[in-house]
């Protein structure tokens, strides 16, 4: 008896591992070698690649393909047909197997909706990839990131609520109360 829901039209091949609590919804696919955290929800027509780890409460918006050689921490969200690549230069005629790049999204981080991760970056914690993006370069700790090539338009709490920050390069969020400096370009949670 499986402690996780299969659509009946989902297809798990074995060798995937799918932590209790998950949900996988109709006409996806999950790999031999995938591992699924606790509680995960995989949309409809999603594809999980083998060696693709998906941390727990990772939840996959409809038509979204995680291949080979990316990783997500704990309550990753990955939105509406979000694209993730692992080769920088695929040719057909050429295999680069061998040649996957890694990514990495850490833990709560959010990517939007038709949002590209080109491989080999990494998205940083809490930080909130907008829809459309398309992100070349790695990404820090609870920056906001538009545009194409994406870039740094400013700065997210954990729950989302984008910050200000005030001449001292403090901020508290006005939805959590959650408190942030600003040190070097780079943000971190003060409790």
Known sequence: ???FFKHPTAVIDDGAVIGRGSKIWHFSHIMRSAVLGEACTIGQNVM???NVTLGNNVKVQNNVSVYDGVACEDDVFLGPSCVFTNVRNPRSEISRRDR???????RGATIGANATIVCGVEIGMYAFIGAGAVVT????????????????IGWVCRCGCRL?????DTAVC??????????????????
């Open 1 to 3: 008896m499986n402690d």
């Open 137 to 152: 370069k790695p990404v820090p700790d609870y920056a906001l990131a538009v545009g194409s090539p994406a870039r740094c």
């Open 100 to 106: 996957y790049e890694h990514t990495i999204v850490r």
């Open 48 to 50: 999980i690649a083998s």
């Open 164 to 168: 200000q920050f005030n001449d001292n």
């Open 174 to 191: 006005p939805e959590c109360g959650r408190h942030y400096r600003k040190i070097d370009k780079l943000v971190y949670a003060c409790d």
